[in-house]
């Protein structure tokens, strides 16, 4: 097929309204050979969303490793009597782990749903909780020390968040010790229409107390829940949720300062196994009061938790489309260079893809989440899908990416009947902005790996950007994107029947 043509079906799923007013971008090649199947403006930059997470995650397969485990310790300053008292401080050292324990099905597996709390409050009522206690990594770490025979503290307890230097990317901190993603989940369950709803939370702790006057409405209403903060410690929900919303309907709360409320729920763990503090459980991480990061590193070490590897992460962050996730890789890949910095971890990011051949000039990328300075051209998301099939690792990036029609974010895009479910692997991008005050679908994408029904192995990306939202209000943005979803589900399944 000559470059800058796409087959009939396809050309007719990106007509009619409102997919005629976005600009497209299709390109599908052979895996092993590169050559062209089809195409549509495959050097044009398109805004990537989220399809920018399998930069950041092939990056950071390569610089740490799929077998790679997060190892979280609680040093002390100071020397244990043989009563149990410790004379100094407890540290606990964030080495950026995830999940630190609060998703852990295994010691080596993660669980992973098919929509995340992290995004619980973008798309009200769709997304899960995992089943798994978020506290407990905390609680194998506090159980550590209380075996080491510690039943008393008489310093402080501090988190040590210097791993790499404070960044926060789309307003949210990107923080080296996270529980629950640093996240309080609020869980709603509806009654009788007219009826208070429920509402309970976790994890729970001292540092928060919660406020509800959420109202029941009836079955097949839309959602309408706010969450505000009165004070750093009072979070208060409001709104209605329908009779028949799935129970429970999660909403989250973003804990504004990370490092205080890992410590209050270290402190917390610690005092469920028989070990007191003589420090204040609420307040602020005393981190003045560290001794130097080589010093730290020389400690005793009271407790460790290890993660399982991260091939479960980059499943995580590909899966789900977890953001914060994917904005852990760059200073994390900055770290493992002995360096500081997010941007650092960019810069790495963009050396692996040029070793990759990956032509420079053909993206823009910012951060490894997707906001709308990420920018990439169909050819450039292919031909790193195509080097990335070439490494010795890819099975763990394949495996990483959503299942069409089977799992993640393209669990419900197509019937699991369709020929096409379960030959498809790719990641999906999603963006909705309002440039001059009209908000738009700024991108909807689609990339990702195919076994075609002729049998041919290909790679293929999709985007469409600038989709007006015609009403211009954030529910029928939802929804745009949604039938997006969907519709670009179509599109890979028309070129699987036709490739």
């Known amino acids: 097929m000559p470059t800058n043509e796409v087959n009939p079906e396809v050309r007719e799923l990106m007509a009619g309204p409102p997919w005629e007013s976005g600009q497209w971008g299709v390109l599908v090649a052979d895996e092993a050979t590169g050559e062209i199947v089809q195409s549509l403006n495959p050097e044009s930059q398109f805004v990537t969303g989220s399809t920018a997470k399998t930069f950041a995650v092939g990056a950071a397969l390569d610089i740490l490793g799929s077998d790679h485990r997060f190892q979280t310790p609680i040093a002390h300053t100071g020397e244990v009597t043989a009563d149990g008292r410790l004379s100094g401080d407890l540290i606990m050292v964030g080495s950026g782990d995830l999940a630190l324990g609060g998703r852990s099905a295994s010691p080596d597996t993660l669980e992973v749903p098919d929509f995340d709390h992290f995004d619980a409050n973008a798309v009200p009522g769709m ?85 509800s006057d959420v109202m ?22 409001h709104g209605t949720v329908p009779a028949d919303a799935k129970t429970p309907f999660v909403a989250t709360y973003q804990v504004p300062d990370p490092p205080a409320f890992a410590r209050t729920l270290l402190i917390e763990a610690l005092a469920r196994h028989g070990v007191t503090t003589s420090a204040p459980t609420l307040g602020t991480n005393p981190s003045d009061i560290l001794p130097s990061q080589d010093r730290v ?63 420079p000039a053909s993206f823009t990328l910012v951060d490894a989440q997707g906001l709308p300075g990420d920018k990439a051209t169909p050819l450039a998301q292919t031909e790193l899908l195509r080097a990335l099939a070439r490494r010795d690792d890819f099975e763990v990036f394949y495996d990483s990416m959503p299942s069409l029609g089977l799992d993640g974010s393209l669990a419900d895009v197509i019937d699991r009947t369709d020929p096409a479910a379960g030959q498809i692997r790719a990641k999906t991008g999603t963006l909705v902005d309002a440039p001059d005050g009209n908000m738009q679908l700024a991108t909807k994408a689609l990339a990702g790996y195919m076994n075609s029904q002729s049998g041919r192995r290909l790679v293929f990306a999709i985007y469409v950007n600038n989709i007006p939202v015609p009403s211009g209000t954030v529910e029928d943005a939802i929804d745009l994107a949604l039938d997006a979803n969907k519709q670009l589900g179509a599109i890979a399944a028309a070129i699987y029947r036709s490739s």
Not at 220 to 229: C, E, L, Q
Not at 315 to 343: C, D, F, W
């Open 297 to 359: 590193a020389a400690l005793p070490v009271s407790a460790s938790y290890t993660s399982p590897p991260f091939s479960e992460y980059a499943k995580l962050i590909n899966k789900v489309s977890h953001n914060l996730g994917a904005n852990l890789l760059p200073p994390l890949m900055a770290a493992q260079r002995g360096l500081q910095t997010y941007e650092e971890g960019m810069q790495i990011e963009r050396e692996f893809l040029a070793k990759s051949g990956v032509d």
């Open 216 to 237: 029941t409405t009836p079955i097949g209403t839309k959602p309408a829940v706010t969450v505000d903060a009165a004070d750093s410690g009072h979070i208060i929900v």
């Open 127 to 211: 997304a899960t909780i995992t089943p798994q206690d978020p506290l407990a990594g905390l609680d194998e770490l506090a159980g550590q020390i209380a075996a080491e025979g510690i039943r008393k503290i008489d310093g402080d307890v501090v988190v040590d968040n210097r791993l790499w230097d404070p960044i926060s990317v789309g307003g949210v901190p990107i923080t080296p010790t996270m529980i629950n993603d640093n996240l309080i989940d609020l869980l709603i369950s509806p009654l009788d229409r007219g009826q208070p709803a429920t509402v309970d939370w976790r994890p729970k702790t001292a540092a928060f107390t919660v406020e």
